[in-house]
């Protein structure tokens, strides 16, 4: 389980900027809302809300740009390759300046804190410590090509700093050569799940995984399906028709998922039944819930955190809705959701806490900056009241975020 994110110069972001998980001293919805440790109180979920090239997007691509980098540093570049890293380009300092990763993670039990800086170039610190009870101990620190490896805590580790790429990342490295903590802290990585509609975001996958998920067994099957007619889309069953190819020049058909409904007689009474190609006759919306189904249940079942960008795009505010619904339950005991979003009507004191909704803005500069509604406090330095009316009071500015327009 996550409990913090921290992202420094990188694209909007450039001072440090943190999204932390747990739990804040705010009293309401505490038995639904809240993953419970023995170590920490987590949230479940959290929702970024801002007005348009704020950030939020940007906050998700960071966590992706570490994970994807975490997993494949070690084994997917060469010795002399550039890092595809983008630093805040708004401020002659930065453009040259490393940018800055961190995670506190909960994994059996243990929180670990692990991180690194980069440029294009060269990883120039990187480091890696286990709290136990209230003190942290490093496992190992690096700055440049100088390693502090603690060889008690971390044996995987000793000996195989040379090894190590200038441009690679040292956990990745250890990872790869069968080192069990490094190898857990890769795994987290692994498990995040990252969904968007933003073809520019890097993470869509056309609807594959809920497909795949949906045939790996009929359990999967009757949970998706549930889903499905819970969200009041009109179906009856789903199923995915497999593609075949016949004939020596014929190319290979894609599977195609096809969603049942029911035909009515002149009397309305059922009299039998047709079958829609999902992405042929069903809404944009109904498509969208389909590809999010096989996530959402895959995520509560296993304990994975799931990431989305624009969750509210093209579905109903109350299918969102239901979604967030989904993972604050009591049901779920060990999956967290990040979402951005523009729906204002998930701004409800009922759905969520006020350490769970987070907004970023911008300064004059172009900076960005992300703060939570738990520690935003009014004009007269008063805290927001768990009572108050957040979507009224956020469309009325007063926590800033929104866009100040004028008429067109």
Known sequence: ???????????????????????????????????????????????VYGKNASGKSNLLNALSFMSSFVISSAKDTQSNEKISIDPFLLNSETKQADSHFEISVCISEKIYRYGFEVNKDRVTKEWLLERVKTKEYPLFLRVHDSFEINGRKFSEGKNKEEWTRKNALFLSLCAQLNGQISQTIIDWFADLVFVSDNLRAGFYDEGKFSENFLTENEENRLEILG?????????????????????????????????????????????????????????????????????????????????????????????????????NSEQNRKAQLIFTTHDTNLLDNELLRRDQIYFTEKDKYGAGRLYSLADFK????????????????????????IPFIQQF
């Open 227 to 327: 889903l499905l007619k819970k969200a009041d889309v009109g179906i009856e069953d789903v199923r995915v028709e497999k593609g075949d190819s016949s004939g020596f020049l014929d190319t290979l058909r894609e599977n195609s998922v096809e969603l049942l409904h029911t035909v009515y007689d002149e009397n309305n009474k059922p009299a039998d039944s047709v079958n829609f190609d999902l992405y042929q006759k069903e809404s944009r919306g109904t498509a969208k819930f389909f590809n999010l189904a096989g996530y959402l249940i895959d995520a509560v079942r296993n304990g994975k955190i799931i990431v989305i960008d624009e969750i509210g795009t093209m579905m109903h505010t109350l299918l969102s809705k239901a979604i967030v619904l989904y993972f």
């Open 1 to 47: 389980m996550l409990s913090k994110f921290t992202v420094g110069n990188f694209k909007v972001f450039k001072e440090k900027n943190t999204l932390d998980m747990r739990a804040a001293t705010v009293s309401e919805l505490s038995e639904t809302n809240l993953l419970l440790t023995e170590r920490e109180k987590l949230l479940k979920s959290v929702a």
């Open 378 to 401: 009014t004009a007269d330095q008063q805290k927001i009241r768990k009572d108050a009316d957040y979507e009224a009071n956020y469309l009325r500015g007063r926590y800033g975020a």
